[in-house]
């Protein structure tokens, strides 16, 4: 039997009778996560300058480099090193990984006099460039004391650097009644922190400071140095300086960098920060070895913790990465901190107009501490 009644189809072309049916909700899809400053978590202290400085220090260097090959690299005893005054008159040394032990019997100005062959052990040879690894003094019984030797601290320090968005709705918008919006400067203050925090996460990473007049003028805005122009102790190129060498990011690469960072520091690395290719990539090391059960219906394929030989290291996946970078953190060492009272909030400026005007805004710094605790792979592929 057929409808007689009246249906929506009607109504007419544009349906003027009919109410609009418009879903409650504003779907943002823009990327505004942040999984760097979530790995890092809430900063300890917060910055009381503009010019935020922290103290480094290091222990006395225990190895130094050779700098001349010996007239007779297996029996000379007067070797040329870059620092003399590293080394003690009764210091065991080794050339690079020599069973040979030396002992030090005298200190010069950029030479030191050895025993060869100390302990029975056979005389190797020493060249130029070979690293002269310092064991450990023997002191003599009833000796006089040496003369002290310390290291000075050092000085290091980032700027902080502002990141503000400007709101402002009219009156009129402020009275209308909105879908999926209670409140539109709630909504746009809202839309604005996203923004900062992204731009925030972006700037830790890539940022760097100007060239001069880094504390920032009237003309000259005040940015702080980020992560990756930073780092430049373990600063890894393939192929360049013993580095393995091919584009591809692999096991070998990532495992070298991370030893290499071990063997220069006490830094302990718990984070990998990726783009998304590298990041499959990295999940992509033990696809040959993967197996699963006859009655498992879930395929995985993606590795979020890397457990190697010098820790557990956790993959984050940041967007804001470079596509041919790695980057290799020791998060206790990091902090991402607000000048105090600054961090991110909302100001109402004063308004002129039928409109509500403010600015959602924060100061923020990088502290980095001991840089030759992390490090960076460069240059990778990126296809």
């Not at 059960?293 to 470079?322: C, I, K, N």
Request: hydrophobic share 40%; charged share 25%.
């Amino acid at each position: 039997m057929p409808f007689t009644g009246k249906a929506t189809y009607s109504a007419g072309a544009s349906l003027p009778e009919i109410a609009e049916d418009v879903a409650d909700l504003v779907g943002i899809v823009s990327p505004f996560e942040t999984p760097l400053l979530d790995a890092l978590g809430d900063p300890q202290v917060e910055a009381q300058s503009t010019h935020h400085e922290w103290l480094e220090d290091t222990l006395l260097p225990n190895a130094d480099t050779v700098t001349t090959t010996p007239e007779n690299p297996e029996s000379d005893t007067e070797i040329e090193v870059d620092h003399a005054d590293r080394f003690r008159v009764g210091d065991q040394v080794r050339c690079e990984d020599a069973e040979e032990l030396l002992l030090v019997t005298d200190v010069g100005v950029g030479t030191i006099t050895v025993a060869r062959g100390y302990g029975g052990t056979t005389p190797e040879v020493i060249a130029a460039g070979d690293t002269m690894h310092i064991l450990g003094g023997a002191a003599l019984e009833g000796q006089d004391a040496d003369d002290a030797r310390f290291t000075l601290r050092t000085r290091r320090n980032n700027w902080t650097q502002i990141f503000a968005k400007t709101v402002l709705v009219s009156g009129s918008e402020m009275a209308a009644r909105h879908l999926g919006v209670a409140d539109e400067l709630d909504f746009q203050k809202t839309k604005a922190l996203r923004e900062l925090l992204r731009d925030l996460e972006n700037t830790v990473i890539n940022g760097i400071a100007p060239a001069a007049d880094q504390e920032g003028s009237g003309a000259v805005r005040r940015t702080m140095n980020g992560l990756v122009p930073q780092l430049a102790t373990n600063r890894f190129i393939p192929g360049a300086g013993g580095f393995p060498s091919g584009d591809d990011l692999d096991e070998e690469k990532l495992n070298a960098a991370l030893r290499l960072v071990w063997e220069r520091s006490s830094g302990q690395i718990d984070l990998i920060v990726v783009n998304g290719y590298q990041k499959r990539v990295i999940s992509q090391f033990g696809v040959g070895a993967r197996t699963y059960a006859a009655d498992d219906l879930r395929f995985t394929s993606q590795v979020s913790v890397y457990e190697s030989d010098f820790g557990v290291q956790r993959v984050v996946l940041s967007r804001w990465m470079p596509r041919d970078a790695v980057l290799l953190l020791d998060s206790s060492r990091l902090q991402v901190l607000p000048l105090a009272g600054r961090s991110f909030h909302y100001r109402p400026l004063a308004a002129t107009g039928d409109f509500e005007k403010g600015q959602v805004l924060g100061e923020y710094s990088l502290e980095m501490r001991n840089e030759s605790a992390h490090g960076v792979i460069r240059g990778l592929a990126t296809a």
